[in-house]
């Protein structure tokens, strides 16, 4: 009981982190720009300098491989 109860939990770090990853990338392949969809959803009227800051606000402009930093997530 030991040896597969160990296995079942050391399993559960690479299943935590594929569904992390998996998830991260379907977020990202989903049409509509989501910075958009949360300033100018309802009718608002949002210049181009403020969507521009909020992609930098929350890390957006950066690299798909620096947003899913894993280690040390963006500081908001």
Sequence with gaps: MGPYLLKRLLLVIPTLLGVAVLVFFMLRVVP??????????DGGNVSAQVVAQERERLGLNRPLYVQLNVERPIQT
């Design 32 to 41: 509509g720009d989501v910075i958009e969809l949360k300033l100018r959803g």
